[in-house]
């Protein structure tokens, strides 16, 4: 780990001049400051906030980094996350990115300064863009969306097989103009596709329209208008995450469309109230609590075993017939 007096003998200063310069609390001459600086950003040098203060060793805390906690996806491993620490003794510092990678960036220092034990995090599609040249200082395991990297763990769904699986359901139940719409913001959106498009391909089906948009409620609903509102419109949506699929029950709703009637619907993700509308909605379940309980283990052995070699945990999700899907 670079250290004050890496960046010292880089700048040609003292130790005492770096302090000086970060705490910008003394007057330093303009091209010493700058010096420094650039010694800073050359060195990617992130002054340990805890150790400044209180020399103390790791702390009993770990960080995570959700990419939209209004995601009842994210919420619940959230929950999994914070019982399986807690058990542990330790505590859980949770970030939201918004899909923001200047966001995820600063979140990620930050509880580096923090001084973290490790970090649990659902990276943006930008930083799968440089995985391969990221070199975390402290360690972490990446959840739900697959990155290029061999030093990560990470724990994934099987996301092809689960769209074939939710894509079969609708074609064994009558229906054959199926749309898709994916959540654009990461790896998963592409995978549900794959899955999707191979269960259509098997049975000799294009689909009726695939739209790769923003995973919220908004852009859910605008494209569901957008399509219900075409002559010939599908006969069956399938969503990638629940906020399209909230989107979209809202826009069969203001469309004055019955639901299976017209068009069914079928998406990602348990939630409250999928189970609870009139008709419930067909899903397909992720173990969100088995997702955050291994991540966090596996975070644990990270801290324990620095040296091991990473692990990748492929996991099943559970197709929940309701409804919303029902035979035609």
């Known amino acids: 780990m670079t250290s004050i007096k890496d960046v010292a003998k880089a700048a040609g200063v003292s130790t005492a001049t770096v302090s000086r310069v970060l705490a910008n609390n003394a007057p330093i001459r303009p091209e010493t400051r700058e010096r420094v600086m650039q010694a ?13 203060s209180l020399r103390a060793q790791k702390s009993a805390k770990i960080g ?19 019982d399986t620490a807690y058990e542990q003794g330790y505590s859980v510092l949770m970030c939201n990115t918004d899909e923001n990678p200047e966001k995820e960036r600063l979140y990620l220092n930050i509880l580096h300064d923090e001084n973290v034990a490790g970090v649990i995090f659902s990276p943006t599609q930008q ?33 092809i097989s689960a769209a074939y699986e939710l894509t079969s359901h609708l074609l064994a139940n009558g229906y054959h103009k199926i749309a898709g719409l994916f959540g654009n913001a990461s790896t998963t959106g592409k995978e549900r596709q794959h899955g999707f498009q191979e269960a259509l391909s098997e049975q000799g089906l294009t ?3 695939v739209h790769f948009i923003e995973p919220r409620i908004k852009h859910g609903y605008e494209k569901t208008r957008e399509l219900l509102t075409q002559t010939e419109h599908p006969d069956a949506i399938f969503t990638s995450n629940s906020l399209l699929t909230a989107g979209a029950f ?26 609870l509308v009139n008709p419930p909605i067909t899903v397909i379940a992720q173990p969100t609590t088995e997702i955050g309980r291994t991540a966090t283990e596996l975070l644990f ?3 324990s075993e620095p040296e091991r070699a990473p692990k990748t945990v492929i996991m099943k999700g559970k197709l929940l017939v309701r409804g919303s899907s029902a035979s035609r």
């Open 127 to 159: 930083f799968y863009a440089r995985a391969e040249n990221f070199h975390s200082k402290i360690p972490f395991v990446i959840i739900d969306r697959q990155v290029n990297t061999r030093e990560a763990d990470m724990v994934l769904l099987d996301n």
């Open 301 to 303: 052995q990270r801290i």
């Open 64 to 82: 995570l980094v959700v990419s939209d906690i209004r995601n009842p996806f994210f919420t619940a491993i959230g929950r999994a996350v914070e």
């Open 207 to 209: 689909p009726a329209a």
């Open 250 to 275: 809202q826009a069969i709703r203001d469309c004055d469309m019955t639901v299976p009637d017209e068009v069914a619907l079928v998406g990602f993700d348990e939630t409250t109230w999928g189970a």
């Open 40 to 52: 800073v950003a050359d060195l990617n040098y992130r002054p340990n906030l805890i150790a400044r």
